[in-house]
């Protein structure tokens, strides 16, 4: 019998926690809304999406992440399975890495890797078998030794010994069965050497199975059964029939309980699961528009449906209800600029390339508030449908409401309250020369008048102020700029506009002087050279303003700094390029390296984004405090992008090109204001090894941990508003359980006891 199951409720979000993270330690900001694959334990459910995965337990529903802060060696999945016999998940990486986890821990097997063989050693598909697992790759099936957790074997099967893309294996009582671009081949388990390729009979073309690819292979009652053409097959004796077709593309098949299970997806966009018996007749349809819309794989766990769902996430039919486990995360990875004001970061999830050309990238700006998610893009509001590539955003002073520019969309004024308001054709944004339907926004920043200054992009008139009163104006920048181009807007002590202008034209100054009169502008362009602004370079990449006002710029070949920004227009104002001491050696900072973002901390520390990681540099970028990689640290990816900082918590937000992460650092900005200083954790508890916070102090101060009687434990800075005790002494041994107290010794040499800290060992 037949059913179709149509299921109509409203769905059920879930939410997970994603804790905030104390002083030295990480969070990751990945997106798991959309899953690719699913397996299941006898207690959990674990769902992969592109660049990690989670779990589900079958109890109490309680989530669980599993990411590089948790251990996991690399960001991007491409397969996973459990084996129930030997209760281990294995994880396969984008990157050919395979990770097992199981009661004892995570063990990474990173020979295929690390392997110099070349081709396609991606991996499909992942079959589990107690001691051993199979892995079907793009170059054939590479066997694992699941307790050694080490490469076996390697069969390379292709007709002629070469390689060839398998996807998928199986395995019955005498058979191995992969599944191949070549068709489906077979060879038996008594073989003495399944590595040679001639052992390996080809299924394909004879005995009712066509001569075509091979897309899965699964053992479902004990019987084979294969995909060919969308269509499935089972083998009886020797000779294969058909099993089942209904005209529907095919995205996997599996084995689960007593079905066997197809995810299906038509190329106008309906989708379904099927669940078949052992003779291939129906015995339900799942369907619901809206949620299964591009389904990867499914399971079955006693009367339930689980499936993993690309649009969807993770979905669970139960009856006649439906849960959808959508985690509390962005949509998509984070790539553009961010922003943060009190407390809130706003991110755009878009980017150019090199060449400053569209990406379409539709994912829009994502806000972060209070620890949870949202996002504005053509997803939720219809109206930005045709505006992709956000890639500059700036939070407006008077109510903390978003602007974002798009590249080629103009602008869009975000405001919970309302619905967005764009901004193109009704403001005095110019479309790109020879582009006349394209308004390209690369640049935002607010002035102290809370004027909000726009860069448009290869426009006859590339920079825009729309003014507090709602009027707007324009203005040429009176250099010839290969492509009009113009980036990043960044404004000074004194209210003037350093821009970025990529293409190799170098930065702009701009002084308006009187908004009103013309005749006051000053415009300055700098360039590489002496005598021209001594930039380290004309590729100009990103600007940060420190403390003391300087200007950091960040180029193709490192770092130039200017120290006189308010004689910029005076003449003799050149950019001064810091000097770092390197194994005994000096050399320029960042030298020979893209500077892609600087941000700076409550201590004037500078945070660096580059193609090596993250690197956190002294105040005047003479000393690197800090390297930050894959390698060493939860860093999602080297391949860094933006950074931005939450400075009263002292939250460093890192974009890479796998996502976006933020460690918590140790530097919050200094409030003038606070009236208490805040220790945590207080008490501290027994066997905590992490940083103690110390927060609301004044900057820069000398703060003292001592014993109620006065005898002195320990004594550094505060970093900004914040200092930061690892528990211990100056011999490195750990304070004993007690009463401690903090004394903060400002300029002026005052002591003052502003806090006490209890420690319980």
Not at 404 to 425: L, R
Not at 609 to 623: E, F, I, N, P, R
Not at 646 to 669: M, P
Request: charged residues 20%; glycine residues 10%.
């Amino acid at each position: 019998m037949r059913f179709l199951l149509l299921l109509l409720l409203f769905p059920v979000f879930v939410f997970s926690q994603n804790t905030f993270p104390a002083i030295g330690l990480w969070r990751e900001h990945l997106p798991y809304q959309g899953t690719i694959d699913i397996t299941a334990s006898d207690k959990k459910i674990y769902a992969a999406t592109p660049f990690s995965f989670f779990s589900v337990d079958l109890a109490t529903k309680e989530i669980e992440r599993f990411s590089k802060v948790s251990g996991l060696s690399e960001t991007g999945v491409s397969a996973m399975n459990y084996d129930a016999a030997s209760k281990k998940l294995f994880v396969a990486y984008n990157n050919s890495n395979v990770d097992v986890l199981d009661e004892s821990g995570i063990h990474n097997v990173p020979d295929i890797k690390r392997s110099v063989i070349s081709g396609d050693k991606n991996i499909y598909s992942i079959y589990p078998d107690n001691t051993r697992c199979y892995l079907s790759t793009g170059i054939g099936v590479i066997v694992l030794d699941a307790e050694k957790y080490e490469v076996k074997d390697s069969w390379f099967i292709g007709d002629s010994g070469g390689y060839v893309k398998v996807n998928g294996f199986a395995k019955t009582a005498g058979f191995f069965y992969a599944a191949t671009e070549e068709g489906l081949k077979r060879t038996a388990i008594s073989t003495q050497n399944p590595a040679d390729f001639r052992a390996w009979q080809n299924l394909s073309g004879v005995n009712g199975l066509s001569a075509s690819s091979a897309k899965a292979v699964a053992l479902f009652q004990n019987k084979i059964i294969v995909l060919q053409n969308d269509s499935l097959f089972v083998e009886n004796n020797g000779n294969w029939k058909p099993f089942f077709a209904n005209g529907w593309h095919v995205t996997s098949i599996n084995s689960s309980q007593n079905s066997l299970l197809l995810t299906q997806r038509k190329p106008t966009g309906e989708a379904q699961v099927v669940a078949l018996n052992e003779s291939g007749v129906v015995q339900k349809i799942l369907q619901q528009p809206g949620m299964i819309s591009s389904p990867k794989k499914a399971v079955a766990i006693g009367n339930d449906y689980w499936i993993a769902d690309l649009d969807g996430g993770l979905l669970q039919a139960s009856g006649s209800s439906f849960e959808n486990y959508k985690l509390n995360s962005p949509q998509n990875i984070v790539q553009g600029e961010m922003a943060v004001r009190n407390g809130v970061l706003w991110a755009t999830a878009g980017a150019v390339n090199s060449s400053w050309n569209y990406q379409y990238n539709p994912s829009g700006v994502f806000k972060l508030e209070g620890g949870y998610w949202s996002a504005f893009n053509l997803y939720n509001y219809r109206q930005l449908d045709t505006l992709l590539d956000f890639i500059t955003v700036a939070v407006d002073p008077r109510d903390n409401t978003a602007w974002a520019g798009s590249f080629g969309g103009g602008i869009v004024h975000i405001d919970n309250s309302t619905q967005p308001k764009i901004f193109k054709q009704n403001s005095s944004l110019g479309p790109a020369i020879g582009d006349p339907n394209s308004y390209r926004v690369s640049g935002l920043a607010f002035d102290k008048d809370n004027n909000l200054w726009v860069s448009n992009f290869s426009a006859a008139k590339q920079l825009h102020v729309l003014k507090n009163d709602g009027s707007w104006q324009s203005f040429s920048v009176p250099f010839t700029l290969f492509e009009n181009a113009v980036a990043q807007i960044l404004i000074d002590d004194a209210g003037q506009k350093w821009i970025q202008s990529p293409k190799g034209n170098g930065l702009l100054v701009f002084n308006e002087g009187t908004l009103a009169n013309a005749a006051d502008d000053k415009w300055k362009l700098f360039r590489a050279g002496a005598g021209l602004g001594n930039l380290p370079s004309n590729e100009v990449l990103c600007l940060a303003k420190d403390k003391s006002g300087f200007i950091w710029v960040g180029t193709d070949n490192g770092i130039g700094v200017f120290q006189c920004p308010q004689d910029v227009f005076a003449g003799g104002c050149e950019a001064v390029l810091p000097v770092i001491q390197e194994g005994g050696f000096a050399n320029y900072l960042f030298k020979g390296q893209e500077v892609r973002s600087i941000a700076v901390d409550g201590a004037d520390r500078k945070w660096v984004a580059t193609a090596s990681g993250v690197w956190l540099v002294a105040k005047d970028g003479d000393k690197v405090l800090r390297n930050f990689t894959e390698q060493n640290s939860p860093l999602l990816s080297n391949d860094v992008k933006k950074i931005a900082i939450d400075g009263s918590t002292g939250e460093v937000f890192i974009a890479t090109s796998k996502g976006l992460i933020s460690y918590r650092g140790s530097a919050t900005e200094y409030e003038e204001t606070k009236d208490n200083v805040l220790v945590f954790p207080n008490p501290v508890p027994p066997n905590f090894n992490g940083l103690i916070g110390i927060k609301g102090l004044p900057e820069n101060a000398v703060v003292k941990i001592t014993e109620t009687n006065g005898r002195l434990v320990y004594q550094t800075r505060s970093l900004g508003g914040q200092a930061v005790w690892d528990g211990k002494d100056y011999k490195g041994r750990k304070a004993a359980s007690g009463v401690y107290l903090v004394i903060a010794v400002d300029a002026a040499n005052n002591e003052k006891v502003v806090a006490k800290i209890v420690v319980a060992r």
